[in-house]
């Protein structure tokens, strides 16, 4: 039982390059979500989704498209990158759509991305 | 919109309480949680409230009044490896659209 598991760990990128984070969690979880992480921001939302095929925007949405085609994976693309999408990603999964004491959100490990 | 406060940083020693507090603006409000963050590290939950009221796990606690939009982690029997960042959550909706806080950095001292 993996949990979260999120790839790569560390990614560098040139201004106007794309890529795509990868998501992929085992436990079955009907909720995923991406955060990003800067200093002194705390977590922000970037998109969620509650099962597979619905997605939304979070609040900082621009700059980032997601799908969700299967239960197990969430990836978060970056369409062309930008020095201000320099952050830590952290993808997130939870058994439930609401939040209670039962379902808590389960963490990856992160992606530190550079944009220089 | 909403908004969420927090001390920016806490110090304490082994062995002592502390607590960190934690108010917020929002609409919408289901519930507020709390979650611990190792530097480097992912977080990891610690404590939810939907209701008035103390929830106590271990040594750790959360208390959340919301008549006053306000809530608080207690963590007693300090030990070292406490020493992380701690960030409240609101719950707002029907979906699990956490908004976090800044986080507190709690540095415990032998």
């Known amino acids: 039982n993996a949990g979260v598991t999120q790839t790569p760990k560390f990614q560098v990128l040139k201004t106007g390059q794309s890529m795509t984070l990868q998501c992929a969690q085992d436990?079955?979880?009907?909720?995923m979500s991406w955060y990003r992480q800067d200093p002194g921001m705390g977590l922000r939302l970037i998109h969620y989704?509650?099962?597979?095929?619905?997605?939304d925007q979070g609040e900082v949405p621009n700059g980032y498209n997601v799908s969700r085609s299967t239960t197990e994976d969430f990836p978060l693309r970056l369409l062309s990158a930008a020095p201000s999408q320099t952050s830590v990603y952290f993808c997130?999964?939870?058994?439930?759509?609401?939040?209670?004491?039962?379902?808590?959100?389960?963490f990856g490990n992160g992606t530190r991305l550079t944009v220089t | 919109g909403q908004s969420l406060e927090q001390p920016s940083e806490v110090t304490a020693v082994e062995g002592a309480i502390v607590q960190i507090n934690c108010t917020y603006q929002?609409?919408?409000?289901?519930?507020l949680s709390w979650y611990q963050q190792h530097d480097g590290g992912a977080p990891t939950f610690l404590s939810y409230?939907?209701?008035?009221g103390l929830e106590e796990t271990g040594r750790f606690s959360s208390f959340l009044s919301r008549s006053d939009s306000y809530g608080y982690l207690l963590l007693q029997e300090l030990q070292m490896k406490d020493s992380a960042s701690y960030f409240c959550?609101?719950?707002?909706?029907?979906?699990?659209?956490?908004?976090f806080g800044t986080g507190t950095r709690l540095l415990v001292s032998p």
């Open positions: 997130a999964s939870s058994y439930s759509r609401t939040s209670s004491y039962n379902s808590p959100l389960h």
């Open positions: 436990m079955n979880h009907e909720y």
């Open positions: 989704s509650v099962g597979a095929g619905i997605t």
């Open positions: 929002t609409s919408g409000f289901y519930g």
């Open positions: 409230n939907a209701l008035d």
């Open positions: 959550a609101v719950s707002r909706g029907s979906f699990q659209k956490l908004v």
